[in-house]
């Protein structure tokens, strides 16, 4: 007979709750590899329409490399500037984290800039044939992930405006996910920078 006062074995044992890692960042990296898989088709494409489907002599374009050459710059600073605002984080130092935010996203919104100002000077128009379309498509696309990188960033630059914030020195992964697809989409521009003005 069970009395008043004697404990109940199930309610004495101290269970620890299973402890699962954290995999976020694995899921970040899963989504920017099937990502890369989309480039590598645009890329194939383009190689492909480049290859079977040459221009006619008189529709041979000249790509200025200038506005390219300073994208490059632009984006490969906002990698470097990326990860001092990281750095700073992890010293808990929140303002200047966001400062290099901050210089890291006006670097992303000059990169737009730049392209829109090539797009308009451009010696062909979308419509033009294959190579002009599937250049725009490449081109766009990338510039779309560069539109949502700046935005992200932004995001993350209010969320760690104070130490207490949702972004702080214990809690870095949103910074983290973002300088992760902010590399990655630097990373795309390079490649695509040598395929479409320099092949």
């Keep these: 007979m069970t009395t008043l006062n004697q404990a109940d074995p199930s309610a004495t044992n101290d269970v620890a709750p299973h402890e699962h890692g954290d995999h976020r960042m694995f899921g ?83 990169f ?21 379309s599937t250049f725009y498509a490449l081109t766009g696309f990338h510039g779309l992930h560069v539109t949502l990188g700046a935005l992200m960033i932004l995001i993350v630059w209010w969320q760690c405006r104070t130490p207490s914030g949702r972004v702080t020195a214990h809690n870095q992964f949103p910074l983290e996910a973002v300088e992760l697809y902010w590399h990655f989409v630097d990373g795309i521009w390079v490649v695509l920078f040598l395929i479409l003005y320099l092949l």
């Excluded at 700073?88 to 966001?98: G, M």
């Excluded at 737009?112 to 002009?132: I, K, R, W």
């Design 112 to 132: 737009l800039v730049s392209q829109m100002v090539e797009y308009f000077t451009l010696p062909f128009g979308l419509t033009d044939n294959l190579y002009a």
């Design 28 to 110: 970040v990296a899963t989504f920017l590899v099937a990502d890369a898989m989309t480039f590598a088709g645009f890329f194939a494409a383009y190689l492909t329409f480049h290859a079977v489907n040459p221009l006619q002599p008189d529709a041979v374009y000249e790509l200025e490399l200038p506005l390219p050459i300073l994208n490059t710059v632009l984006l490969l600073v906002s990698s470097a500037t990326f990860h001092k605002a990281g750095q700073k984080l992890r010293l808990a130092d929140n303002r200047a984290c966001r400062q290099w935010l901050m210089v890291t996203a006006v670097l992303g919104l000059a």
